[in-house]
C-alpha cells in the first residue's frame, strides 16, 4: 500500500485536475466517502443528530458536502465554523436545504458547541485534516473547538467521532501529534494514507483508517516510492520451499561477532536466521565465546578465533576468515562485536573481503555500524548487497546528526543514508524504514512496545541474513525480514502484553508466524 506526504498528495490531486477531473468533482467524491462512513458507523440516521466542524480550507469543504448529503439522508446535523470561511460558496449551497449552519463569532464563551458536542451522536472532525502548518494555538477558534471537542469524548457517553482525511493536529509528514488533537473512532483518507498515519506516535491517534479512491490518474500513482508492508505482500515474498531441497538449498549463513561481554548476541543472530528457514549456520567468534555458547545451540557450525585484549575479535581475524567466505551465500558482521581499535580494525579489513566472496550480501549490525561510523571511507568500502540495520543512536552516529533530529525525519534520514553508502538502510524503532538506493522505501505497519527489549536488533539482523541467504535481494530481505519479526511480535503482544519478552523466545516464534503468513 503506498503512502504519500502532503507535497505528493497535492501533486496528485494537481495531476487529476490536469486529467479532467475538477477539484469540486475531488471534493464531492470525498464527501460523499465521508457520508457514506458516517453511516456505516451511525447504522441509521434517522433521528442522529450530527455536528460537523467546518475549517476554513478543503478539509471543510469535505465535510460540508458530507453534511449536506446526511441531512438529505435524514439525519439532524449542524454546520458548525469555529471561524468564517474566506469562501462561504459551499455554505450558501446548502440554504435551500435549510441546514442549520453556526459560527462560533456569534457563540459567546462557546456554550452552544459545547452543548452540542454533548449532544451529538456523531461528530465529523473537518477542521484542518493535511493543511495544518503550525502549532494549534488553544487560544484560536479551532483550539477552542479542539479543546471542547476533547472533553466530549472523555464524557461518560462519548459521541462517535470520525476525522477528514487526517485528524486536526496529526502531522502528515512526520507522524507528529499536536497536544490539541483529540483520536477519532475513524479516519477517512483520500487517494492514498499519509505518511504520518503510519509514524508515531501518530499511528495510535488516527483511529481506524478508510482509504477512499477519489480518482487520482494511474500514472500518477505509480510515481509514489514509498509503501507500507501489508501482509499480502509478505507472503508473496517468502521464498520457496521445495520438497526435494537439502541444507544447501536454502544456503548458508555465517555470523561474525561476540565478545567477553556480548556472548549471547551472535548465538540469537545465528538462532534467528535457522528459524528463518537458512539451511546452515556458523558462528566466527573469540574461541571462549564459542566454548560458552556450543551448547545453547547445537546444530551450528564454529570457527573459534582468537580473541583481543577486551575479549573480542582482533582485526587478525579479518586475514583468518578471508579463505572462510567464500563458503557462504550470506554474512551477518556485528551482534556482539565490542567497541574498540580491533573492532574496527576487523570491520575495517572484513568489508572489504565480503564484498567480492559473499555472493548474497551481508547485514551489518550493532558495533560493526559504530565501527563503520569512524570510517572516512566507509562509503567507498561498504558492499553494494550490504543492509545496514541502525537503531535511531546508530543511525546518528553514522550520519553525523543527533538523535532528535533522526526521529525528527527517520524517513529521509534512511533515504539519506542509503544514498550515501549504496546499500539499504533499514532504521529500526516503531514503523522501521527500510530504505534502498534507489530511492524505493518501504515503513513496517508495526510499533509495538514488547519488542524494545535486549537482543531483539539481533533476532532480526539473523532473520534477514537467513533470507538473504535463500537468495532473496537486500531490499526484499530487509523488507521480509522487517515484516516477520513484527509480525511476530504481534502474535507474542497477545499473549505476553507489553512487556516481558526474551529475544530468545522471539527467535523461536519466528516459524509459527510463518507458518500463519503462509496460510491459504
Known amino acids: 500500500m503506498k503512502l504519500v506526504t502532503t507535497a505528493e498528495m497535492r501533486a496528485l490531486e494537481a495531476a487529476a485536475v490536469a486529467a479532467g477531473v475538477s477539484e469540486r468533482q475531488l ?34 469543504g469535505d465535510g460540508i458536502v458530507a453534511g449536506r448529503h446526511l441531512f438529505d439522508w435524514g439525519a439532524d446535523v449542524i454546520l458548525y465554523l469555529p471561524r468564517k470561511r474566506r469562501d462561504m460558496s459551499l455554505i450558501e449551497e446548502t440554504e435551500p436545504r435549510a441546514l442549520t449552519v453556526m459560527l462560533g463569532e456569534d457563540d459567546a464563551g462557546w456554550e452552544q458547541l459545547t452543548a452540542l458536542l454533548s449532544s451529538s451522536d456523531l461528530i465529523i472532525d473537518a477542521l484542518l485534516g493535511i493543511g495544518q502548518k503550525r502549532p494549534i494555538d488553544p487560544a484560536e ?120 561481554r556480548y556472548a549471547g548476541a551472535p ?53 583468518v576468515l578471508r579463505r572462510e567466505w567464500p563458503a557462504y551465500d550470506a554474512a551477518i558482521i556485528g551482534p556482539g562485536l565490542g567497541n574498540d581499535e580491533e573492532t574496527r580494525a576487523f570491520v575495517w579489513a572484513a568489508l572489504a573481503d565480503i564484498a567480492p566472496d559473499v ?14 561510523a569512524t570510517m572516512d571511507d566507509a562509503a567507498a568500502r561498504m558492499p553494494k548487497r550490504a543492509v545496514l540495520t541502525p537503531h535511531p543512536g546508530e543511525m546518528a552516529r553514522l550520519m553525523k546528526t543527533t538523535v532528535a533530529e533522526v526521529q525528527a525525519d527517520r524517513i529521509g534520514t534512511a533515504q539519506g543514508a542509503a544514498a550515501r553508502f549504496g546499500c539499504v538502510v533499514v532504521l529500526k524503532g516503531a514503523h522501521s524504514v527500510i530504505a534502498g538506493p534507489d530511492g524505493r522505501t518501504r515503513l513496517s505497519p508495526f510499533a509495538n512496545p514488547l519488542l524494545a527489549t535486549a537482543g531483539s536488533g539481533d533476532v532480526l539482523a539473523g532473520v534477514i541474513g537467513g533470507y538473504l541467504a535463500q537468495g532473496l535481494t537486500p531490499f526484499t530481505a ?43
Open 141 to 260: 477558534p479551532i483550539g477552542e473547538a479542539l479543546t471542547r471537542l476533547k472533553a466530549a469524548r472523555g464524557g461518560f457517553q462519548p459521541p462517535k467521532l470520525i476525522a477528514v482525511d487526517l485528524p486536526t493536529g496529526v502531522n502528515a509528514d512526520n507522524g507528529a501529534v499536536d497536544p490539541l488533537a483529540v483520536t477519532p473512532d475513524e479516519t477517512v483518507t483520500f487517494g492514498f494514507p499519509k505518511v504520518g498515519m503510519y509514524q508515531a506516535p501518530a499511528s495510535a491517534a488516527c483511529g481506524r483508517v478508510q482509504v477512499i479512491d477519489i480518482g487520482i490518474p494511474k500514472p500518477a500513482q505509480e510515481a509514489v516510492q514509498l509503501e507500507l508492508l501489508t501482509s499480502r505482500w509478505a507472503k508473496t515474498a517468502l521464498p520457496p520451499r521445495p520438497e526435494d531441497a537439502n541444507k544447501g538449498t536454502f544456503g548458508k549463513v555465517i555470523v561474525a561477532g561476540g565478545s567477553k
Open 359 to 372: 555472493p548474497n550480501g551481508v547485514v551489518i549490525d550493532a558495533d560493526a555500524l559504530n565501527a563503520i
Open 478 to 520: 530487509a523488507c521480509l525480514g522487517v515484516y516477520v519479526h513484527g509480525a511476530t511480535g504481534e502474535q507474542l503482544r497477545a499473549e505476553y502484553g507489553d512487556a516481558g519478552l526474551l529475544a530468545s523466545e522471539l527467535a523461536g516464534a519466528l516459524p509459527k508466524a510463518v507458518k500463519e503468513l503462509r496460510a491459504p
Open 267 to 319: 548465538m540469537l543472530a545465528a538462532n534467528a536466521a535457522y528459524r528463518a528457514g537458512a539451511g546452515l549456520v556458523t558462528i566466527a567468534a573469540p574461541a571462549a565465546v564459542c566454548d560458552v555458547l556450543a551448547g545453547a545451540i547445537p546444530e551450528a557450525t564454529w570457527l573459534p578465533q582468537a580473541a583481543s585484549a577486551t575479549g573480542g575479535l582482533p582485526g587478525s581475524a579479518a586475514v
Open 27 to 60: 471534493m464531492e467524491e470525498a464527501g460523499l466517502a465521508v457520508a457514506q462512513e458516517a453511516w456505516m458507523l451511525l447504522g441509521t440516521l434517522e433521528g442522529r443528530h450530527i455536528l460537523v466542524l467546518v475549517g476554513p480550507g478543503n478539509n471543510g
